[in-house]
Protein backbone atom coordinates (compact mmCIF):
# COMPACT_ATOMS: atom_id res chain seq x y z
CA UNK A 1 0.00 0.00 0.00
CA UNK A 2 1.10 3.46 -0.65
CA UNK A 3 1.00 6.51 1.59
CA UNK A 4 1.08 10.15 1.59
CA UNK A 5 1.74 11.90 5.12
CA UNK A 6 2.38 15.91 5.46
CA UNK A 7 2.32 17.07 8.76
CA UNK A 8 1.98 20.58 8.86
CA UNK A 9 -1.46 20.76 9.38
CA UNK A 10 -1.04 24.65 8.86
CA UNK A 11 1.01 27.37 7.34
CA UNK A 12 1.26 31.26 7.19
CA UNK A 13 3.46 33.18 5.26
CA UNK A 14 3.87 36.69 4.52
CA UNK A 15 2.56 38.38 1.25
CA UNK A 16 5.71 38.25 -0.91
CA UNK A 17 7.61 35.75 1.06
CA UNK A 18 9.00 32.21 -0.10
CA UNK A 19 6.98 29.32 2.34
CA UNK A 20 8.04 25.71 2.03
CA UNK A 21 5.44 22.90 2.72
CA UNK A 22 6.35 19.36 3.75
CA UNK A 23 5.15 15.96 2.00
CA UNK A 24 7.02 12.28 2.51
CA UNK A 25 5.29 9.60 0.89
CA UNK A 26 6.28 5.38 0.72
CA UNK A 27 5.77 3.29 -2.02
CA UNK A 28 7.06 -0.29 -2.77
CA UNK A 29 7.19 0.89 -6.81
CA UNK A 30 10.06 1.85 -8.40
CA UNK A 31 7.92 4.02 -11.27
CA UNK A 32 5.28 6.38 -9.85
CA UNK A 33 4.42 10.39 -10.08
CA UNK A 34 3.93 12.75 -7.28
CA UNK A 35 1.41 15.70 -7.70
CA UNK A 36 1.26 18.49 -5.37
CA UNK A 37 -2.64 19.73 -5.95
CA UNK A 38 -4.83 23.32 -4.33
CA UNK A 39 -8.11 23.21 -3.55
CA UNK A 40 -9.28 26.99 -2.75
CA UNK A 41 -12.88 27.42 -0.63
CA UNK A 42 -14.80 26.36 -4.27
CA UNK A 43 -13.28 22.60 -3.67
CA UNK A 44 -12.42 22.62 -7.12
CA UNK A 45 -8.94 20.48 -6.93
CA UNK A 46 -5.90 22.38 -9.45
CA UNK A 47 -2.89 20.27 -10.27
CA UNK A 48 0.29 23.15 -9.35
CA UNK A 49 3.07 20.94 -10.48
CA UNK A 50 3.80 17.02 -11.08
CA UNK A 51 6.97 15.21 -10.94
CA UNK A 52 7.86 11.71 -12.30
CA UNK A 53 9.70 9.70 -10.22
CA UNK A 54 12.17 8.50 -12.79
CA UNK A 55 13.02 12.03 -13.33
CA UNK A 56 16.33 13.39 -11.17
CA UNK A 57 15.90 17.27 -11.98
CA UNK A 58 13.19 19.23 -9.89
CA UNK A 59 9.92 20.16 -11.24
CA UNK A 60 9.38 24.22 -11.75
CA UNK A 61 5.99 25.75 -12.39
CA UNK A 62 6.76 29.81 -12.69
CA UNK A 63 6.79 30.33 -8.36
CA UNK A 64 6.02 26.99 -7.46
CA UNK A 65 9.36 24.46 -7.43
CA UNK A 66 9.49 21.44 -5.82
CA UNK A 67 12.42 19.46 -3.88
CA UNK A 68 12.01 15.78 -4.64
CA UNK A 69 14.34 13.58 -2.29
CA UNK A 70 13.82 10.03 -4.06
CA UNK A 71 16.13 8.34 -1.36
CA UNK A 72 14.66 9.60 1.49
CA UNK A 73 11.28 9.82 0.23
CA UNK A 74 10.16 13.48 0.39
CA UNK A 75 8.67 15.97 -2.15
CA UNK A 76 8.47 19.55 -0.86
CA UNK A 77 6.65 22.12 -2.48
CA UNK A 78 8.28 25.90 -2.45
CA UNK A 79 6.14 28.58 -3.33
CA UNK A 80 8.37 32.19 -3.73
CA UNK A 81 6.74 35.73 -3.74
CA UNK A 82 3.56 34.26 -2.04
CA UNK A 83 0.44 36.12 -3.62
CA UNK A 84 -3.42 36.60 -1.46
CA UNK A 85 -4.47 33.97 -4.60
CA UNK A 86 -2.20 31.34 -3.06
CA UNK A 87 -4.29 30.95 -0.02
CA UNK A 88 -5.91 27.59 0.20
CA UNK A 89 -5.49 23.79 1.01
CA UNK A 90 -2.78 21.66 -0.13
CA UNK A 91 -2.35 18.26 -0.97
CA UNK A 92 0.47 16.28 -1.95
CA UNK A 93 -0.72 13.44 -3.52
CA UNK A 94 1.22 9.70 -4.85
CA UNK A 95 0.28 8.23 -8.00
CA UNK A 96 0.95 4.56 -8.66
CA UNK A 97 -0.61 1.34 -8.99
CA UNK A 98 -3.32 1.94 -6.45
CA UNK A 99 -4.27 4.95 -7.94
CA UNK A 100 -3.78 8.61 -6.37
CA UNK A 101 -3.18 8.78 -3.03
CA UNK A 102 -3.45 11.97 -1.41
CA UNK A 103 -2.15 13.34 2.04
CA UNK A 104 -4.21 14.91 4.37
CA UNK A 105 -3.41 18.62 3.20
CA UNK A 106 -1.64 21.80 4.23
CA UNK A 107 -3.78 24.83 5.09
CA UNK A 108 -1.89 27.76 3.50
CA UNK A 109 -2.63 31.23 5.22
CA UNK A 110 -1.08 34.40 3.25
CA UNK A 111 -0.84 37.19 5.41
CA UNK A 112 -1.05 40.96 3.93
CA UNK B 1 -11.66 23.64 -23.10
CA UNK B 2 -15.26 22.38 -21.19
CA UNK B 3 -14.02 20.94 -17.89
CA UNK B 4 -15.50 18.75 -15.59
CA UNK B 5 -19.22 18.96 -14.48
CA UNK B 6 -20.81 17.43 -11.78
CA UNK B 7 -24.03 17.86 -10.03
CA UNK B 8 -25.92 18.45 -8.09
CA UNK B 9 -23.34 21.10 -5.89
CA UNK B 10 -25.17 20.02 -2.78
CA UNK B 11 -27.31 17.95 -1.44
CA UNK B 12 -28.95 17.00 1.50
CA UNK B 13 -30.59 13.81 2.78
CA UNK B 14 -32.20 12.10 5.82
CA UNK B 15 -30.11 8.63 6.69
CA UNK B 16 -31.33 5.62 5.24
CA UNK B 17 -32.67 7.52 1.76
CA UNK B 18 -31.07 7.19 -1.25
CA UNK B 19 -28.77 9.43 -3.64
CA UNK B 20 -27.04 10.16 -7.08
CA UNK B 21 -24.31 11.88 -8.26
CA UNK B 22 -23.56 12.60 -11.98
CA UNK B 23 -20.28 13.24 -13.79
CA UNK B 24 -19.77 14.41 -17.11
CA UNK B 25 -16.06 14.23 -18.28
CA UNK B 26 -13.82 16.04 -19.91
CA UNK B 27 -14.63 15.15 -23.82
CA UNK B 28 -11.94 12.42 -24.89
CA UNK B 29 -10.63 11.39 -21.44
CA UNK B 30 -10.72 7.61 -21.11
CA UNK B 31 -10.26 7.49 -17.47
CA UNK B 32 -12.78 8.46 -14.44
CA UNK B 33 -12.39 8.80 -11.09
CA UNK B 34 -14.98 9.25 -7.86
CA UNK B 35 -13.34 10.46 -5.06
CA UNK B 36 -14.55 11.25 -1.10
CA UNK B 37 -13.76 14.09 0.76
CA UNK B 38 -14.51 14.02 4.40
CA UNK B 39 -13.91 17.44 6.09
CA UNK B 40 -10.45 18.05 7.08
CA UNK B 41 -9.00 15.27 5.42
CA UNK B 42 -7.94 14.49 1.25
CA UNK B 43 -9.91 13.03 -1.22
CA UNK B 44 -9.82 8.79 -1.07
CA UNK B 45 -10.41 7.31 -4.43
CA UNK B 46 -13.97 4.74 -4.72
CA UNK B 47 -13.85 4.08 -8.28
CA UNK B 48 -11.83 4.59 -11.27
CA UNK B 49 -12.99 3.92 -14.56
CA UNK B 50 -11.00 3.17 -18.24
CA UNK B 51 -13.57 4.33 -20.61
CA UNK B 52 -16.93 1.89 -19.13
CA UNK B 53 -14.78 -0.38 -17.80
CA UNK B 54 -13.49 -0.27 -13.70
CA UNK B 55 -10.10 -0.81 -13.11
CA UNK B 56 -10.42 0.22 -9.62
CA UNK B 57 -13.15 -0.41 -6.98
CA UNK B 58 -11.24 -1.97 -3.84
CA UNK B 59 -12.38 1.22 -1.59
CA UNK B 60 -15.63 1.02 -2.57
CA UNK B 61 -18.38 0.50 -0.11
CA UNK B 62 -20.19 -2.13 -1.95
CA UNK B 63 -23.10 -3.00 0.11
CA UNK B 64 -24.23 0.52 -0.28
CA UNK B 65 -22.67 2.36 -3.40
CA UNK B 66 -22.47 1.68 -6.43
CA UNK B 67 -21.33 3.44 -9.67
CA UNK B 68 -21.20 2.92 -13.86
CA UNK B 69 -20.21 4.84 -16.76
CA UNK B 70 -22.69 4.19 -19.61
CA UNK B 71 -20.93 4.04 -23.34
CA UNK B 72 -17.68 5.68 -21.47
CA UNK B 73 -18.34 8.98 -21.29
CA UNK B 74 -21.16 10.40 -18.60
CA UNK B 75 -20.91 8.53 -15.02
CA UNK B 76 -23.42 7.93 -12.09
CA UNK B 77 -22.75 7.46 -8.43
CA UNK B 78 -25.52 5.86 -6.05
CA UNK B 79 -25.40 5.41 -2.11
CA UNK B 80 -28.31 3.32 -1.14
CA UNK B 81 -28.90 3.55 1.98
CA UNK B 82 -27.26 6.58 3.11
CA UNK B 83 -25.32 6.09 6.02
CA UNK B 84 -24.52 9.76 8.86
CA UNK B 85 -20.68 8.68 7.96
CA UNK B 86 -21.31 9.23 4.24
CA UNK B 87 -21.75 12.90 5.05
CA UNK B 88 -18.69 14.03 2.40
CA UNK B 89 -17.67 16.00 -0.84
CA UNK B 90 -17.72 13.30 -3.92
CA UNK B 91 -15.52 14.74 -6.52
CA UNK B 92 -15.78 13.53 -10.29
CA UNK B 93 -12.00 14.14 -12.09
CA UNK B 94 -11.44 11.99 -15.65
CA UNK B 95 -8.13 12.41 -17.05
CA UNK B 96 -6.31 11.05 -21.23
CA UNK B 97 -4.43 8.11 -18.84
CA UNK B 98 -3.77 6.86 -15.70
CA UNK B 99 -1.02 8.77 -14.22
CA UNK B 100 -1.91 11.83 -16.32
CA UNK B 101 -2.77 15.10 -15.12
CA UNK B 102 -6.51 14.80 -13.38
CA UNK B 103 -9.01 17.71 -13.98
CA UNK B 104 -10.97 17.79 -11.61
CA UNK B 105 -14.91 18.65 -11.04
CA UNK B 106 -16.45 21.16 -8.33
CA UNK B 107 -17.79 18.60 -6.42
CA UNK B 108 -21.04 17.70 -4.53
CA UNK B 109 -21.20 18.27 -1.05
CA UNK B 110 -23.48 15.74 0.53
CA UNK B 111 -25.28 15.48 4.23
CA UNK B 112 -26.63 13.25 5.64
CA UNK B 113 -29.04 14.05 8.59
Known sequence: ?112 | EAGVAQSPRYKIIEKRQSVAFWCNPISGHATLYWYQQILGQGPKLLIQFQNNGVVDDSQLPKDRFSAERLKGVDSTLKIQPAKLEDSAVYLCASSVRTHEKLFFGSGTQLSVL
Not at chain 1, 8 to 13: A, F, G, I, L, R
Not at chain 1, 22 to 43: A, G, I, M, N, V
Request: with cysteine; aromatic share 12%; glycine share 6%.
Open chain 1, 1 to 112: AQTVTQSQPEMSVQEAETVTLSCTYDTSESDYYLFWYKQPPSRQMILVIRQEAYKQQNATENRFSVNFQKAAKSFSLKISDSQLGDAAMYFCALGGADGLTFGKGTHLIIQP
